[in-house]
């Protein structure tokens, strides 16, 4: 088929998305747990950079070093936005004293705040494509930081009395906000550190985070007796928020108690609505004692589990397939992830999986599960829509804008993506038409890709991933 052709192809599978997202209507409540925060986002440019570094007379040899992945010092705060910066990557570093916390407020401060945090971002995502109720959980739900969730009546969370409340009216004013900044840069714009030029190339952020309740995966008590009430129905569980964990807490206990803390908790939930489809977003997780325990033992356990390329590398890391990861890692195309993304499948035998990475996301799954690969690819296409809405319009925040990128066509990069994939499929498995229809079947597994549109110079990246998952599995009606 002609390349013109194909992507004339792909932009006619796209024209569901206005019925997916009227049949997100349909579903009859979500709940959206653990994390909220609030994001302090700022962008900032390598001219800003240089600035700090020179008034605070920082020793920029420090700055190009590649420590630990995490904040002590306000030096480590600018290492790793230089780290960034310099390879176009996402990262999210902790921040560990809260002195550096109070160093970043004065010395970098915020261009605006916005609802952060997995769950935060999920939960507002559901209820502007219209899932009602959307339950959200928040360890912490200061005024400011309810604020910043939607507007309407169909975003749930528990108020101080213990009754769900709209949960933009909340305010349970002893909680301590918790604030992350999102540092974000331009592709092509320059930075020079010591005499070494480095130019940016590719748009995205460093997140440092000072989070002490979502570090200790701390859970509210009248949220989760709401969610274990038989009044409380609802068909979706997305959990994320296990990423901030560490082996050891600064209260003495551990992260795989809190973990295990966590399930017994789910599991009431679990049995208050047995039919549920229970999603679970790994995000980054930097400590690899949690992030085996929870391959082990929570991505064991689900229905559904979501992750971007790195994180798929970060996996396999822990599951001893080094060697593939590091392939991954060097050439970091769908070929190699999907030999990944197969990897995993066969160890956490979890029904369905799906990666999203840059123009193209591939979910797979066992065969016969409850979303068909039809459904599934509707939903992916849906996503990918939202997705590039909120990238080139800054923000999600009301339905009509939602499917403001329809008229767009697939990426270049997304179909070339897409056609290394149906590639090494074909190895894999034989002849198929994933490359004009995305979805591939044997007696065993199901295989859907889809090929996104890409924007350009995106107003904003962070939350893409929580969005992507949520609204592909949500949407896959
Ligand atoms: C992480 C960050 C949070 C951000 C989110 C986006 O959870 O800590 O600040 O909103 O990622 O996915």
Redesign the pocket.
């Known amino acids: 088929m002609a390349y013109t052709e194909l992507k004339d192809k792909w932009f006619n599978h796209y024209q569901s998305a206005e019925k997916q997202l009227k049949k997100m209507t349909e579903v009859k409540g979500l709940i959206s747990a653990f994390?909220a925060?609030i994001?302090a986002v700022i962008k900032v440019s390598g001219k800003q950079i240089e600035k700090i570094i020179a008034d605070q007379a920082m020793n920029a040899n420090q700055l190009l070093t590649n420590g630990e992945k995490s904040i002590n010092t306000n030096e480590d705060a600018i290492r790793g936005l230089i780290k960034c910066f310099k390879g176009g990557i996402a990262e999210?570093w902790l921040i560990e004293d809260v002195e550096v916390f109070n160093w970043l407020n004065k010395t970098i401060g915020y261009d605006n705040l916005q609802?952060?945090?997995?769950g935060?971002?999920v939960a507002n995502a559901m209820a502007v494509c219209g899932v009602d109720p959307v339950y959200v959980h928040t360890a912490s739900s200061p005024k400011e930081q309810s604020k910043l969730f939607l507007d309407v009546p169909n975003l749930l969370n528990a108020n101080r009395y213990g009754d769900l409340a709209k949960a933009n009216t909340i305010d349970r004013t002893i909680d301590t906000p918790l604030i992350?900044w999102?540092i974000e840069f331009d592709k092509g714009d320059k930075l020079s550190v010591n005499g070494t030029e480095l130019t940016c190339p590719k748009a995205n952020r460093f997140?440092a985070?000072y989070?002490p309740l979502n570090f200790m995966l701390a859970i509210d008590e009248a949220f989760d007796k709401k969610m274990c009430d038989p009044s409380t129905k609802f068909e979706h569980i997305i959990l994320?928020?296990y990423?901030?964990l560490k082996t050891d807490l600064p209260d003495g206990k551990t992260g795989v108690e809190r973990i295990e803390a966590s399930k017994k908790i789910i599991d009431g939930w679990r049995k208050n609505n047995p039919e549920h489809i229970l999603h679970f977003e790994i995000?980054s997780t930097q400590d690899t004692i949690i992030r085996k325990y929870l391959v082990d033992h929570l991505a064991k356990d689900v229905d559904s589990l979501g992750f971007n390329e790195r994180e798929l590398i970060d996996m396999l890391e822990v599951i001893g397939e080094e060697e593939l990861a590091n392939a991954c890692d060097k050439e970091t195309h769908s070929s190699n992830l999907f030999k990944g993304m197969l990897k995993i499948f066969d160890y956490v035998n979890c029904p369905r999986m799906q990666l999203h990475m840059f123009g193209l996301y591939v979910t797979l799954q066992k065969k016969g599960f409850k979303v068909s690969p039809l459904q599934n690819r509707k939903g992916m296409q849906l996503a990918a829509n939202i997705a590039a809405t909120k990238a080139g319009t800054g923000s999600i925040n009301s339905n009509d804008i939602l499917l403001w990128s329809k008229d767009q066509k697939v990426s270049d990069i997304g179909l070339k993506e897409l056609e290394g994939f149906a590639n090494t499929v074909t190895e894999i498995f034989g002849k198929n038409s994933i490359l004009e229809e995305g979805i591939f079947e044997n007696n065993e597994i199901e295989i859907i890709a889809v090929p996104t549109i890409i924007i350009d110079n995106p107003i904003t990246l962070?939350?893409?991933?929580?969005t992507i998952s949520s609204i592909s599995l949500v949407g896959a009606r």
């Open positions: 994390n925060n994001d999210e609802m952060g945090g997995q935060g971002i992350h999102i997140i985070t989070d994320s928020g990423q901030m995000a962070v939350g893409m991933g929580d």
